[in-house]
Protein backbone atom coordinates (compact mmCIF):
# COMPACT_ATOMS: atom_id res chain seq x y z
CA UNK A 1 0.00 0.00 0.00
CA UNK A 2 2.94 2.22 0.03
CA UNK A 3 2.46 3.40 -3.07
CA UNK A 4 -0.53 5.70 -2.16
CA UNK A 5 1.27 7.22 0.52
CA UNK A 6 3.35 10.43 0.92
CA UNK A 7 7.53 10.00 0.77
CA UNK A 8 7.93 10.92 4.50
CA UNK A 9 5.28 8.79 5.42
CA UNK A 10 6.76 6.02 3.58
CA UNK A 11 10.15 6.42 5.37
CA UNK A 12 7.86 5.89 9.04
CA UNK A 13 6.23 3.17 7.95
CA UNK A 14 9.87 1.55 6.83
CA UNK A 15 10.84 2.23 10.55
CA UNK A 16 8.00 0.80 11.84
CA UNK A 17 8.38 -2.24 9.65
CA UNK A 18 12.10 -2.72 11.27
CA UNK A 19 10.23 -2.58 14.73
CA UNK A 20 7.90 -5.12 13.91
CA UNK A 21 9.48 -7.44 12.49
CA UNK A 22 12.97 -7.40 15.06
CA UNK A 23 10.96 -6.78 17.88
CA UNK A 24 7.42 -6.78 17.82
CA UNK A 25 7.35 -9.68 15.74
CA UNK A 26 9.86 -12.32 17.84
CA UNK A 27 8.01 -10.78 20.72
CA UNK A 28 4.57 -11.41 20.58
CA UNK A 29 4.67 -15.08 21.86
CA UNK A 30 6.03 -14.23 24.74
CA UNK A 31 3.65 -11.04 25.30
CA UNK A 32 0.62 -13.25 24.55
CA UNK A 33 1.62 -15.77 26.66
CA UNK A 34 2.40 -13.74 29.94
CA UNK A 35 0.14 -10.86 29.03
CA UNK A 36 3.04 -8.96 29.54
CA UNK A 37 2.80 -5.40 28.01
CA UNK A 38 4.81 -5.34 24.59
CA UNK A 39 7.48 -2.68 26.99
CA UNK A 40 10.46 -3.51 24.32
CA UNK A 41 8.47 -2.35 21.36
CA UNK A 42 6.80 0.45 23.16
CA UNK A 43 10.10 2.13 23.91
CA UNK A 44 11.72 0.85 20.25
CA UNK A 45 8.45 2.92 18.68
CA UNK A 46 9.44 5.68 21.37
CA UNK A 47 13.33 5.97 20.40
CA UNK A 48 12.83 5.85 17.04
CA UNK A 49 10.58 9.28 17.17
CA UNK A 50 7.29 6.87 16.27
CA UNK A 51 5.45 7.50 18.77
CA UNK A 52 5.38 11.78 17.74
CA UNK A 53 3.08 10.49 15.19
CA UNK A 54 0.38 12.52 15.86
CA UNK A 55 2.16 15.44 17.06
CA UNK A 56 1.72 18.42 15.07
CA UNK A 57 5.17 19.21 12.97
CA UNK A 58 5.95 22.40 14.59
CA UNK A 59 6.25 21.06 18.04
CA UNK A 60 8.80 18.22 16.90
CA UNK A 61 6.51 15.35 15.88
CA UNK A 62 5.54 14.09 12.45
CA UNK A 63 2.09 16.08 11.61
CA UNK A 64 0.55 12.71 10.82
CA UNK A 65 -3.27 12.38 10.31
CA UNK A 66 -5.41 9.18 9.41
CA UNK A 67 -3.46 8.10 7.29
CA UNK A 68 -0.39 7.43 9.03
CA UNK A 69 -2.10 5.71 11.74
CA UNK A 70 -4.08 3.15 9.12
CA UNK A 71 -0.86 2.58 7.64
CA UNK A 72 1.63 1.92 10.76
CA UNK A 73 -0.82 0.05 12.59
CA UNK A 74 -1.32 -2.12 10.11
CA UNK A 75 2.17 -2.82 9.65
CA UNK A 76 2.77 -3.23 13.77
CA UNK A 77 -0.68 -5.38 13.73
CA UNK A 78 0.82 -8.24 11.52
CA UNK A 79 3.80 -8.70 13.90
CA UNK A 80 1.62 -8.04 17.36
CA UNK A 81 -1.84 -7.06 18.03
CA UNK A 82 -1.34 -5.88 21.26
CA UNK A 83 1.76 -3.71 20.14
CA UNK A 84 -0.38 -2.39 17.26
CA UNK A 85 -2.97 -1.23 19.44
CA UNK A 86 -1.17 -0.04 23.00
CA UNK A 87 0.65 2.14 20.17
CA UNK A 88 -2.74 2.93 18.43
CA UNK A 89 -3.96 3.83 21.77
CA UNK A 90 -1.00 6.09 22.37
CA UNK A 91 -1.51 8.39 18.65
CA UNK A 92 -5.54 8.74 19.67
CA UNK A 93 -4.41 9.78 23.07
CA UNK A 94 -2.10 12.57 21.32
CA UNK A 95 -4.61 13.43 18.77
CA UNK A 96 -6.91 14.49 21.39
CA UNK A 97 -4.58 16.51 23.11
CA UNK A 98 -3.30 18.01 19.90
CA UNK A 99 -6.83 19.15 19.15
CA UNK A 100 -7.01 22.08 20.31
CA UNK A 101 -3.67 22.27 23.16
CA UNK A 102 -3.08 25.09 25.11
CA UNK A 103 0.70 26.17 24.27
CA UNK A 104 0.82 24.95 28.29
CA UNK A 105 -0.20 21.33 27.11
CA UNK A 106 2.37 21.71 24.09
CA UNK A 107 5.15 22.01 26.53
CA UNK A 108 3.68 19.67 28.93
CA UNK A 109 2.67 16.80 26.09
CA UNK A 110 3.18 17.44 23.13
CA UNK A 111 6.82 18.06 22.93
CA UNK A 112 7.52 15.48 25.13
CA UNK A 113 5.68 12.96 23.35
CA UNK A 114 7.74 13.95 20.05
CA UNK A 115 10.99 13.71 21.98
CA UNK A 116 9.33 10.35 22.64
CA UNK A 117 10.00 10.76 26.09
CA UNK A 118 6.03 10.88 27.62
CA UNK A 119 3.19 7.90 26.48
CA UNK A 120 -0.29 8.90 26.85
CA UNK A 121 -3.59 6.92 26.41
CA UNK A 122 -7.39 7.19 26.08
CA UNK A 123 -9.36 6.33 29.20
CA UNK A 124 -13.00 6.91 28.12
CA UNK A 125 -15.36 3.35 28.17
CA UNK A 126 -17.24 2.57 31.72
CA UNK A 127 -18.72 -0.20 33.40
CA UNK A 128 -22.35 1.85 33.68
CA UNK A 129 -22.49 2.56 29.73
CA UNK A 130 -20.56 -0.12 28.16
CA UNK A 131 -20.22 0.27 24.71
CA UNK A 132 -21.83 3.13 24.81
CA UNK A 133 -18.19 5.50 25.24
CA UNK A 134 -19.23 8.48 24.67
CA UNK A 135 -21.73 8.73 27.56
CA UNK A 136 -19.06 8.72 30.84
CA UNK A 137 -20.63 8.75 34.04
CA UNK A 138 -17.28 10.03 36.00
CA UNK A 139 -17.54 13.27 37.42
CA UNK A 140 -15.86 16.56 37.04
CA UNK A 141 -16.43 19.66 39.33
CA UNK A 142 -14.44 23.18 39.81
CA UNK A 143 -12.41 23.45 42.37
CA UNK A 144 -10.59 26.46 42.92
CA UNK A 145 -8.48 27.03 39.36
CA UNK A 146 -8.91 23.46 38.54
CA UNK A 147 -11.39 20.54 39.02
CA UNK A 148 -11.86 17.24 41.23
CA UNK A 149 -12.68 14.32 39.29
CA UNK A 150 -14.20 11.29 40.71
CA UNK A 151 -15.43 7.69 38.81
CA UNK A 152 -13.68 4.75 37.44
CA UNK A 153 -12.48 3.12 33.93
CA UNK A 154 -12.78 0.09 31.98
CA UNK A 155 -10.46 -1.57 29.87
CA UNK A 156 -8.00 1.23 29.47
CA UNK A 157 -5.79 -0.21 27.31
CA UNK A 158 -1.71 0.80 28.02
CA UNK A 159 -3.26 1.22 31.70
CA UNK A 160 -0.42 1.59 34.19
CA UNK A 161 2.39 1.84 31.99
CA UNK A 162 2.29 5.15 30.62
CA UNK A 163 2.81 8.98 31.86
CA UNK A 164 -0.75 10.54 31.63
CA UNK A 165 -4.70 9.25 30.79
CA UNK A 166 -7.04 11.12 28.50
CA UNK A 167 -9.97 11.21 30.81
CA UNK A 168 -13.44 11.78 29.82
CA UNK A 169 -15.97 13.12 32.31
CA UNK A 170 -19.33 14.97 33.00
CA UNK A 171 -19.74 18.04 34.40
CA UNK A 172 -21.66 17.83 37.04
CA UNK A 173 -24.50 20.50 35.73
CA UNK A 174 -24.09 19.11 32.27
CA UNK A 175 -26.87 17.85 30.34
CA UNK A 176 -27.40 14.34 29.21
CA UNK A 177 -23.99 12.98 27.14
CA UNK A 178 -21.76 15.96 27.38
CA UNK A 179 -18.88 15.35 28.97
CA UNK A 180 -15.48 17.23 28.71
CA UNK A 181 -11.66 15.43 28.23
CA UNK A 182 -8.93 16.15 30.87
CA UNK A 183 -5.27 14.88 31.15
CA UNK A 184 -4.63 13.26 34.06
CA UNK A 185 -0.98 12.30 34.90
CA UNK A 186 -0.37 8.85 36.00
CA UNK A 187 1.38 9.74 39.37
CA UNK A 188 -1.62 12.27 40.53
CA UNK A 189 -3.22 11.11 43.92
CA UNK A 190 -6.56 9.31 43.66
CA UNK A 191 -5.38 7.31 40.93
CA UNK A 192 -5.75 3.83 41.41
CA UNK A 193 -5.38 0.65 39.19
CA UNK A 194 -7.72 -2.52 39.26
CA UNK A 195 -6.91 -6.20 38.52
CA UNK A 196 -4.13 -7.29 35.65
CA UNK A 197 -5.56 -7.68 32.40
CA UNK A 198 -5.85 -11.43 31.76
CA UNK A 199 -7.17 -11.02 28.49
CA UNK A 200 -8.71 -14.04 26.05
CA UNK A 201 -6.56 -12.38 23.23
CA UNK A 202 -4.82 -8.74 22.94
CA UNK A 203 -3.16 -10.19 26.15
CA UNK A 204 -0.26 -7.86 26.21
CA UNK A 205 -2.92 -4.51 26.05
CA UNK A 206 -2.97 -4.14 29.97
CA UNK A 207 -6.61 -2.90 29.44
CA UNK A 208 -7.17 -2.71 33.24
CA UNK A 209 -9.97 -0.88 35.54
CA UNK A 210 -8.83 2.60 36.83
CA UNK A 211 -10.21 4.36 39.54
CA UNK A 212 -10.15 8.10 39.75
CA UNK A 213 -11.35 9.03 43.71
CA UNK A 214 -11.26 12.79 44.07
CA UNK A 215 -8.13 13.29 41.52
CA UNK A 216 -7.41 16.82 41.67
CA UNK A 217 -6.49 18.24 37.78
CA UNK A 218 -5.26 21.63 37.44
CA UNK A 219 -7.98 24.06 35.26
CA UNK A 220 -4.99 24.24 32.18
CA UNK A 221 -5.42 20.12 31.99
CA UNK A 222 -8.46 20.11 30.31
CA UNK A 223 -8.77 19.78 26.22
CA UNK A 224 -10.43 22.59 24.70
CA UNK A 225 -13.32 24.58 26.63
CA UNK A 226 -16.06 23.16 28.69
CA UNK A 227 -19.13 21.74 26.19
CA UNK A 228 -17.32 21.18 22.98
CA UNK A 229 -16.93 17.79 23.91
CA UNK A 230 -19.53 15.82 21.56
CA UNK A 231 -17.07 17.95 19.22
CA UNK A 232 -13.97 15.79 20.14
CA UNK A 233 -15.88 12.64 20.32
CA UNK A 234 -17.05 12.43 15.95
CA UNK A 235 -13.72 15.03 15.50
CA UNK A 236 -11.05 13.59 16.75
CA UNK A 237 -11.74 10.46 19.09
CA UNK A 238 -13.81 8.47 16.67
CA UNK A 239 -11.81 9.43 13.89
CA UNK A 240 -8.58 8.57 15.26
CA UNK A 241 -9.85 5.76 17.44
CA UNK A 242 -11.57 3.67 14.78
CA UNK A 243 -8.84 4.00 12.14
CA UNK A 244 -5.98 2.60 14.54
CA UNK A 245 -8.40 -0.37 15.51
CA UNK A 246 -9.35 -1.20 11.90
CA UNK A 247 -5.39 -0.39 10.72
CA UNK A 248 -4.68 -3.08 13.26
CA UNK A 249 -7.31 -6.07 12.75
CA UNK A 250 -5.98 -5.68 8.74
CA UNK A 251 -2.80 -6.67 10.21
CA UNK A 252 -3.72 -9.37 12.04
CA UNK A 253 -6.49 -10.76 8.68
CA UNK A 254 -3.27 -10.27 6.24
CA UNK A 255 -0.98 -12.25 9.22
CA UNK A 256 -3.26 -15.47 8.74
CA UNK A 257 -3.39 -15.02 5.27
CA UNK A 258 0.04 -15.21 5.26
CA UNK A 259 0.46 -18.36 7.57
CA UNK A 260 -1.85 -19.66 5.10
CA UNK A 261 -0.04 -18.58 2.59
CA UNK A 262 3.28 -20.12 3.32
CA UNK A 263 1.85 -23.78 5.02
CA UNK A 264 0.26 -24.49 1.31
CA UNK A 265 3.53 -24.08 -0.43
CA UNK A 266 5.10 -25.50 1.81
CA UNK A 267 3.16 -28.69 3.21
CA UNK A 268 3.83 -31.48 0.49
CA UNK A 269 1.47 -34.87 0.68
CA UNK A 270 3.16 -37.76 0.59
CA UNK A 271 1.20 -39.92 -1.82
CA UNK A 272 0.57 -37.48 -4.26
CA UNK A 273 4.45 -34.91 -3.82
CA UNK A 274 1.75 -32.35 -4.68
CA UNK A 275 1.89 -28.93 -2.57
CA UNK A 276 -1.37 -28.06 -1.05
CA UNK A 277 -0.84 -24.85 -2.81
CA UNK A 278 -1.76 -26.75 -6.28
CA UNK A 279 -4.82 -28.50 -5.06
CA UNK A 280 -7.61 -26.11 -6.63
CA UNK A 281 -9.81 -26.06 -4.25
CA UNK A 282 -7.14 -24.55 -1.96
CA UNK A 283 -6.49 -21.99 -4.28
CA UNK A 284 -10.22 -21.09 -5.02
CA UNK A 285 -10.36 -20.32 -0.64
CA UNK A 286 -7.02 -18.83 -0.55
CA UNK A 287 -8.26 -16.24 -3.68
CA UNK A 288 -11.61 -15.63 -1.77
CA UNK A 289 -9.17 -14.66 1.55
CA UNK A 290 -6.90 -12.80 -0.49
CA UNK A 291 -10.26 -10.47 -1.44
CA UNK A 292 -11.36 -10.56 1.61
CA UNK A 293 -8.07 -8.75 2.94
CA UNK A 294 -7.36 -6.45 0.00
CA UNK A 295 -10.81 -4.96 0.22
CA UNK A 296 -10.59 -4.16 3.85
CA UNK A 297 -7.28 -2.83 3.33
CA UNK A 298 -8.33 -0.60 0.73
CA UNK A 299 -11.45 0.75 2.55
CA UNK A 300 -9.21 1.56 5.12
CA UNK A 301 -6.85 3.70 3.07
CA UNK A 302 -9.33 5.40 1.20
CA UNK A 303 -11.29 6.21 4.79
CA UNK A 304 -8.67 7.51 5.72
CA UNK A 305 -7.72 9.75 3.24
CA UNK A 306 -11.34 10.89 2.71
CA UNK A 307 -10.49 12.11 6.26
CA UNK A 308 -7.04 13.71 6.34
CA UNK A 309 -8.93 15.56 3.06
CA UNK A 310 -11.90 16.38 5.21
CA UNK A 311 -14.26 14.89 3.22
CA UNK A 312 -18.19 15.00 4.33
CA UNK A 313 -18.43 11.57 2.93
CA UNK A 314 -15.40 10.08 5.34
CA UNK A 315 -17.17 9.64 8.33
CA UNK A 316 -19.67 6.84 6.93
CA UNK A 317 -16.33 4.96 5.39
CA UNK A 318 -14.30 5.61 8.69
CA UNK A 319 -17.45 4.17 10.51
CA UNK A 320 -17.83 1.62 7.93
CA UNK A 321 -14.13 0.40 7.65
CA UNK A 322 -13.17 -0.66 11.80
CA UNK A 323 -16.69 -2.82 11.48
CA UNK A 324 -15.74 -4.29 8.35
CA UNK A 325 -12.01 -4.70 9.08
CA UNK A 326 -13.39 -6.93 12.47
CA UNK A 327 -14.94 -8.86 10.51
CA UNK A 328 -12.48 -9.55 8.23
CA UNK A 329 -10.39 -10.45 10.83
CA UNK A 330 -12.22 -12.97 12.81
CA UNK A 331 -13.46 -14.42 8.85
CA UNK A 332 -9.99 -14.46 7.34
CA UNK A 333 -8.14 -16.03 10.80
CA UNK A 334 -11.21 -18.24 11.26
CA UNK A 335 -10.86 -19.64 7.70
CA UNK A 336 -6.60 -19.51 8.03
CA UNK A 337 -7.26 -21.94 11.35
CA UNK A 338 -9.21 -24.74 8.57
CA UNK A 339 -6.23 -24.26 5.83
CA UNK A 340 -3.98 -24.31 8.17
CA UNK A 341 -4.69 -28.55 9.14
CA UNK A 342 -3.61 -29.90 12.39
CA UNK A 343 -0.89 -28.25 13.07
CA UNK A 344 -2.38 -24.60 13.35
CA UNK A 345 -4.63 -26.05 15.41
CA UNK A 346 -2.23 -27.00 18.20
CA UNK A 347 -1.72 -25.04 21.62
CA UNK A 348 -0.23 -21.71 21.26
CA UNK A 349 0.45 -22.01 17.46
CA UNK A 350 0.31 -18.20 16.06
CA UNK A 351 -3.07 -18.52 14.32
CA UNK A 352 -4.84 -19.57 17.43
CA UNK A 353 -3.26 -16.26 19.01
CA UNK A 354 -4.63 -14.07 15.67
CA UNK A 355 -7.51 -15.97 16.39
CA UNK A 356 -8.11 -14.65 19.73
CA UNK A 357 -6.43 -10.90 19.16
CA UNK A 358 -9.02 -10.97 16.34
CA UNK A 359 -12.34 -11.70 18.28
CA UNK A 360 -11.21 -8.34 19.95
CA UNK A 361 -12.67 -6.40 17.13
CA UNK A 362 -15.97 -6.77 17.26
CA UNK A 363 -16.48 -5.57 20.99
CA UNK A 364 -14.12 -3.03 21.03
CA UNK A 365 -16.02 -0.05 21.23
CA UNK A 366 -17.78 1.28 18.66
CA UNK A 367 -18.39 -1.86 18.27
CA UNK A 368 -19.45 -3.60 15.27
CA UNK A 369 -23.20 -3.49 15.72
CA UNK A 370 -22.79 -0.04 16.66
CA UNK A 371 -20.43 1.09 13.67
CA UNK A 372 -22.87 -0.77 11.22
CA UNK A 373 -25.82 0.92 12.63
CA UNK A 374 -24.58 4.31 12.53
CA UNK A 375 -22.70 3.88 8.94
CA UNK A 376 -26.22 3.07 7.84
CA UNK A 377 -27.94 6.15 9.09
CA UNK A 378 -24.92 8.24 8.38
CA UNK A 379 -25.33 7.03 4.83
CA UNK A 380 -29.24 7.84 4.91
CA UNK A 381 -28.50 11.61 5.87
CA UNK A 382 -29.99 10.57 9.57
CA UNK A 383 -28.58 11.61 12.96
CA UNK A 384 -25.59 8.92 14.23
CA UNK A 385 -27.27 9.34 17.93
C1 LIG B 1 -9.02 -5.56 24.45
C2 LIG B 1 -9.83 -4.35 24.77
C3 LIG B 1 -9.21 -3.11 24.83
C4 LIG B 1 -9.93 -1.97 25.14
N1 LIG B 1 -9.29 -0.76 25.23
C5 LIG B 1 -9.98 0.36 25.58
C6 LIG B 1 -9.32 1.63 25.76
O1 LIG B 1 -8.11 1.75 25.58
N2 LIG B 1 -10.04 2.70 26.14
C7 LIG B 1 -11.36 2.60 26.36
O2 LIG B 1 -11.96 3.61 26.69
N3 LIG B 1 -12.04 1.44 26.20
C8 LIG B 1 -11.37 0.31 25.82
N4 LIG B 1 -12.02 -0.89 25.69
C9 LIG B 1 -13.45 -0.96 25.99
C10 LIG B 1 -14.27 -1.14 24.74
O3 LIG B 1 -14.01 -0.06 23.86
C11 LIG B 1 -15.77 -1.24 25.03
O4 LIG B 1 -16.25 -0.13 25.70
C12 LIG B 1 -16.15 -2.40 25.81
O5 LIG B 1 -15.47 -3.55 25.39
C13 LIG B 1 -17.65 -2.63 25.62
O6 LIG B 1 -18.28 -2.50 26.82
P1 LIG B 1 -19.07 -3.71 27.51
O7 LIG B 1 -18.17 -4.87 27.63
O8 LIG B 1 -19.67 -3.17 28.76
O9 LIG B 1 -20.17 -4.08 26.42
P2 LIG B 1 -21.75 -3.97 26.54
O10 LIG B 1 -22.15 -2.53 26.62
O11 LIG B 1 -22.23 -4.89 27.60
O12 LIG B 1 -22.20 -4.50 25.08
C14 LIG B 1 -22.30 -5.92 24.79
C15 LIG B 1 -22.79 -6.08 23.36
O13 LIG B 1 -24.08 -5.47 23.22
C16 LIG B 1 -24.08 -4.60 22.11
N5 LIG B 1 -24.91 -3.41 22.37
C17 LIG B 1 -24.98 -2.69 23.51
N6 LIG B 1 -25.86 -1.68 23.36
C18 LIG B 1 -26.34 -1.78 22.10
C19 LIG B 1 -27.28 -1.04 21.34
N7 LIG B 1 -27.95 0.00 21.85
N8 LIG B 1 -27.51 -1.41 20.07
C20 LIG B 1 -26.89 -2.48 19.53
N9 LIG B 1 -26.00 -3.23 20.21
C21 LIG B 1 -25.73 -2.89 21.46
C22 LIG B 1 -22.65 -4.16 21.92
O14 LIG B 1 -22.43 -3.80 20.57
C23 LIG B 1 -21.87 -5.41 22.32
O15 LIG B 1 -21.70 -6.23 21.20
C24 LIG B 1 -11.32 -2.06 25.37
C25 LIG B 1 -11.96 -3.31 25.30
C26 LIG B 1 -11.23 -4.45 25.01
C27 LIG B 1 -11.95 -5.78 24.93
Redesign the pocket.
Known amino acids: MNEYLSGPLVRLVEQAETVATTIAGPASEQVDRDAAWPEASMRALAAGGLTGLTVPAHLGGHGQGLLGMAALTEVLGRACASTA?CFG?HCVGTAVIAAKATSAQQDAYLRPIARGEHLT???????G?????FLPQTRMRPDGDGYVVDGG???????GHVDSYVV?TTAEDAGGGEFSCVVVDADSEGVSWGAP?A?F??RG?S?RPLTLDGVRVDGDRLLGAEGDQVWYVFEVVAPFFLTAMAGTYVGVAQAALDITLQHLRDRRHAHTGQALADVDLLQHRVGQLWMQVEKSRLLLFHAARLGDLGSPVALTAILASKADAATTAVNVVNEAMTLGGGIAYRENSTLSRLLRDAR?G?????????LT?WAGRSALGLPLL
Not at 362 to 370: A, E, F, K, N, R
Open positions: MMTLALSETTGAHFKQFVTNGSWGGMNSAHVMSPTTDLL
